[in-house]
């Protein structure tokens, strides 16, 4: 008498899908045992695991990008600078737009805009952590007078995809700058 059971298909089915369950869930400890990890995210040193941000809004376009940014490292944001161990210092964040090239009547046709985000970084007591610097970005687009509407629409989307690439510039510059100072103070 023939057993009534699960077909041939079904149990390779099941077991190719148990094989992709199972490498889905190594896949993750693989990749982190070998040091890779999700761009944007960081772990900064302990000198930073409290950190106030003075000079940008919280609600700003910068704002908004700097929590966000440290929303997936071991950094926690403070509401004040006394409950910090650093405090994030935005000296300034500014936007240029300068005209590239001009049409036949005269009118503008391409502009580059370029954004400056200058910053610094120091403990509660004003030691300085990481020195003054500045981050500069530049994108180039093309002016349509014909179609203002999406000119603009671009403008706004490019300076908020510079802001984003400012601060995870700053993050990365500020956690090398850390980790080195970290190394220079250990002891052999």
Known sequence: ????GIST???MMTR????FLMLMTCYPLLLSGCGWHLRGS????VTMDKLYIEGAARYSDLGVVL??????SNTRLTGSP???KAILHVISDKTEQRILATDGSGRASEYEISYFLSY???DVKGAVLVREQEVKTKREYKFDPTNVLASGGEVDRLKKDMINISVQQMLRRINASLR???ENVAPN
Do not use: E
């Open 82 to 84: 006394s409950q910090a």
């Open 120 to 122: 610094t970084l120091v």
């Open 42 to 45: 960081y772990d900064f040193p």
């Open 67 to 72: 929590h966000n940014a440290f929303q997936g």
């Open 180 to 182: 080195i100072k970290a």
């Open 16 to 19: 190719g899908f148990m094989f």
């Open 1 to 4: 008498m023939r057993q009534r």
């Open 9 to 11: 298909p079904y149990k």
